[in-house]
Structure formats: C-alpha cells, structure tokens
C-alpha cells in the first residue's frame, strides 16, 4: 500500500473512532434507608424501624410513648425526655446492624438483652456506647467511649466518625459470646459469665445489680440520655 493510500485509511479509521458514539454506565442506585433488599429477607433479615412510625417500641418502664422520641425525617430521633425504650420483641442469639449519629456533647446507648422488672434497663442489660467522644468527658476513657462495652470493656481510638457523622454498628450475640463492632471493625469481644466477665463486673458498679447480664434472652433498647441522637437502618435476624 503506498503511503497516499495508508495515510487515507488511517485517517478513516481515526474518523470512525471519534464519531463512535459514548457508552454511559449509571452508578448503582443506593439502597434506600430503613428498606430490606430481596436478598436480606431470603436471609432472615427483618426491619426494626420502618422510618415512619414507633411501631414495635415501647418504653422500658411501661408508661405511655407520649414524648421524646419521634419518627422524623427517615430516623429515630430523640431529643428530651421520653426515657429509655425497647423493642416489643424479646430476641436470643442474633445480629443486629444500626447507623447513629450524636449531637456535640451527646450520650447515649444500645441495649442488648434487657429484663423487664428492673427500675432502669441498664440494671440488667448490657451496653454499647453511643458518645461523641471528642466532646464528651467520657470520650477520654476507653472504657467508656463509644462502642465499649460501658464501664467493662474497652473501645479502641480512631473508629468513632465526629458530631454529625454516621456511624455503623454491628452487634453479635449468640449464647454467652458477644462481638461489638464499629464502622467495620469488630472491637470488643467478651463471654457473659466467663472468669473475666465476673471480675469485672464484681469491680464495676453493676455488682449492685443482680440481674445485670444475666438474662439469656431480652429486649433491645435504646438510652434516653438527655441529648440528641438519631438511628436508622435497624436491622435484625436471630440466629438459629
């Protein structure tokens, strides 16, 4: 082919590459908040918050939902007063999953097997932290920064998200056996009833309470600690 000829060619093919039209991929669409997909109901999963309703809450002493805690904006929000709430449901083994956020200077908490009969939750169940940990005193104590298993065991630095972020909570509790994680990180791992359970709650102001973390199976809850503080996407299957 003569070079008249190659360069025409060439300069054919260049054309019909720069007229070829684009092809335009479309991200994936997010998950929209307090749903389950297809694929998290076929493995059990079921909502605890629909994103519209305080259906399946109640308040831990019995009295009337009647402030506090609303459904607003897609969350489950608490502002002042109302006290602590739990599930309608009682739950054994399971996973949970969770995303929060804390006002500037928030407390809060997530429950887990809580009895009935006590004169606050925290007297039987369980808590994960729920902190602003820059801006709240407990934040400088690992044992009761967010994520710890409050006053027993330890969160480590660098995972909580800051005021106004969301943070993703995992909670595993199958027989004696709890896992806490936080923002992808498993960061506490304990046994109910274990050698070192026992002695740390004998050193711990839960020795005053009996039942606390004695109950096999309970409610989840929910800490009215004062502050602002909001949660959606609360998702759970029991584990069989």
Known sequence: MGDLMRRITIAALAGLICVAPAVSVAPLAAQEHNTLTQAERDSGWE??????SLDGWR?????PMTGGWAAESGTLTHST??????????YTDFELTIEWKISEGGNSGLFYRAALGEEWVYHSAPEMQILDDSGHADGQNP?????????????????????????????VVRGNAVEHWLNGTKIVMYEFGSPEWKELVAASKFSEFPAYGQA???HLGLQDHGNRVWFRDIKLRELR
């Open 143 to 171: 044992v009761t920064s967010a994520g710890s298993n409050y006053a027993l065991h330890p969160a480590p630095r660098g995972l909580v998200h800051p005021v106004g972020e969301w943070n993703t909570v995992r909670l």
């Open 59 to 63: 308040r831990y002493d019995g009295e």
């Open 81 to 90: 007063g109302g006290r602590d709430i739990i599930t309608e449901a009682e």
């Open 216 to 218: 096999k199976s309970g």
């Open 47 to 52: 909502l605890l918050f629909d994103g519209h």
